[in-house]
């Protein structure tokens, strides 16, 4: 291990504290679903999981495999441990999933690009649990209810599409080597699978946090004729001067349900 010097550019920062390491075995869902890793890394984690659940695991970095392959060599030969190098994010790209059944992901992530995970395995329909360390700033985001200044399209989309999310801890940069320079969190999402967002919302929620310290009305006028926003805002009880956090996600997903039911309408 003392011969691996951590890239930056892969977001490496290698968890070292084993009582965190404990917290997270600890928060693993009690369940039949697969387990899969993004970023094993030097197989801290991995080793702990591997004691309770089958992994899959995908590395980008090619001299972390090297190390991977031959610590885990026994669990990856009885097939207890696959191990895959690739960018995760191509996968999801041509594959539209890291595994063929349910799983959940349990994960140390790369920070550079958290959020295009976690937002990733939240359309991952054979995902079921999302427990993951990232900067706390952006966990926060995820478990933001409305009215919070952290509320944004983030949590808007965790809101509708899962049952539950909220941060389990934080984590200091003393946990790790080499400390980040941000705090972290754990993450926990249970996903509700029956849910799922169509790209139309997405980019409906995209004008609407345009600018999220001003009106919400301003935001989505360049998305929604005036008088239907009007009307819709009536029709919903909403306050005229609403701010985009302080809208709740299903009011939001009831919006745009009246938008689309309109643009129907004008199409017959
Ligand atoms: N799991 C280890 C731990 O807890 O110590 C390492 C976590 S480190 C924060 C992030 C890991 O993700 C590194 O091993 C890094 O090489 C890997 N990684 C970065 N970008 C990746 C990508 N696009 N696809 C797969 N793995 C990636």
Redesign the pocket.
């Known amino acids: 291990m003392e011969n691996i010097k951590a890239?930056k550019k892969?977001?490496?920062?290698?968890?070292?504290d084993d009582s965190i390491?404990h917290k997270i075995i600890e928060a693993m869902p009690n369940n039949e679903n697969h387990t899969v890793?993004?970023?094993?890394?030097?197989?801290?984690?991995?080793q702990h999981m591997l004691k309770y659940k089958d992994v899959t695991a995908?590395?980008?970095?090619s001299d972390?495999l090297t190390v991977l392959q031959s610590k885990f060599a026994n669990e990856i030969q009885s097939r207890k441990l696959e191990l895959i190098h690739?960018?995760?994010?191509?996968i999801w790209k041509s594959k539209n999933t890291l595994y063929d059944g349910k799983y959940d992901l349990i994960?140390?992530?790369?920070?550079?690009?958290a959020t295009n995970i976690i937002l990733s395995a939240i359309e991952d329909s054979n995902c079921e649990h999302i427990i993951v360390?990232i900067q706390k700033e952006v966990a926060q985001k995820f478990a933001a209810n409305e009215g919070e200044k952290e509320f944004s399209s983030l949590g808007v989309m965790t809101k509708l599409t899962s049952k539950e999310a909220k941060i389990l801890f934080d984590v200091p940069p003393t946990a790790?080597e080499p400390p980040?320079k941000v705090t972290s969190s754990i993450l926990y999402i249970k996903k509700d699978l029956n849910n799922s967002l169509d790209d139309e919302f997405k980019s409906f929620l995209k004008a609407a946090f345009t600018q999220p310290r001003k009106k919400l009305s301003k935001n989505l006028s360049s998305k929604i004729d005036k008088t239907l926003l009007k009307e819709i805002y009536l029709a919903l009880n909403i306050d005229e001067n609403i701010r985009p956090h302080e809208l709740s996600a299903s009011l939001y997903h009831q919006m745009y349900e009246k938008v689309i039911l309109n643009d129907k309408r004008k199409r017959n």
């Open positions: 890239k892969y977001g490496q920062n290698f968890l070292k390491l890793e993004i970023g094993p890394g030097l197989g801290d984690l991995t995908y590395e980008i970095d972390l690739t960018d995760v994010l191509q994960a140390n992530l790369p920070y550079y690009i360390m790790f980040p």
